[in-house]
């Protein structure tokens, strides 16, 4: 495996090195000693896997209790995943860090505790796996507006069509309006 840096330096895409042959493949997805060594010294609680089809955009999500560290792949499909930095004092406050991650390029998003999160399925369906620094809280729980202009996330939409969100994350804040880290 191997880091590649994002624009927010906390924030780390993993790629996997990848065995195949005709038969198929083979390749390692975690390691408790490599990911602290070369990513964050944290450990996980819980897993969740998660499959959504086309259009739906799950997040922008993060807990002020029990703040979650995020691990995050996709084992089928393709989605594209963002992170937002809600550490006030952080120097990228209020930036983020968006690609694709997909069932064929099998990288996976380090999302640290202190950074809203979320996806958006542009492939026909989406499986969504993710480990979990700290355990669901809902009560703590902050949703953000997808779309909330002063971060100004480029969603690769579909057909320009507006995504399919839950009722949460359509009464989701404004991000002045959300509390930070």
């Known amino acids: 495996m191997q880091v590649v840096k994002t ?17 198929g493949f083979f390749m390692e ?7 602290k060594q070369k990513c964050a010294d944290v450990e996980f609680v819980q897993d969740n896997h998660s499959k959504s089809r086309q259009g739906i955009l799950r997040g922008l999500h993060y807990q002020l ?12 499909g393709e989605v594209f995943d963002v992170a937002v930095d809600m550490r006030k004092n952080s120097a990228t406050f209020g930036q983020w860090v968006g690609l694709l991650l997909s069932a064929e390029n099998k990288r996976q998003l380090w999302v640290p505790a202190g950074f809203a999160h979320g996806f ?16 669901y809280d809902p ?3 902050v949703a953000i ?15 320009g069509k507006a995504p399919s969100l839950s009722a949460k994350d359509a009464e989701g804040l404004a991000f002045n309006d959300a509390p930070a880290f």
Do not use: M
């Open 139 to 141: 009560e703590s729980e």
């Open 7 to 23: 624009d927010i330096p906390d924030v780390k895409i993993i790629e996997p090195k990848v065995f195949g042959d005709e038969r």
């Open 29 to 35: 997805t975690f390691r408790t000693d490599w990911f």
């Open 145 to 159: 507006k997808f779309d909330d202009p002063s971060i100004g996330i480029k969603w690769p939409l579909v057909n």
């Open 120 to 135: 958006y399925v542009t492939s026909e369906a989406a499986e969504f796996v993710y480990k979990c620094t700290d355990y």
């Open 65 to 76: 209790e029990h703040t979650q560290g995020k691990l995050v792949r996709v084992t089928s």
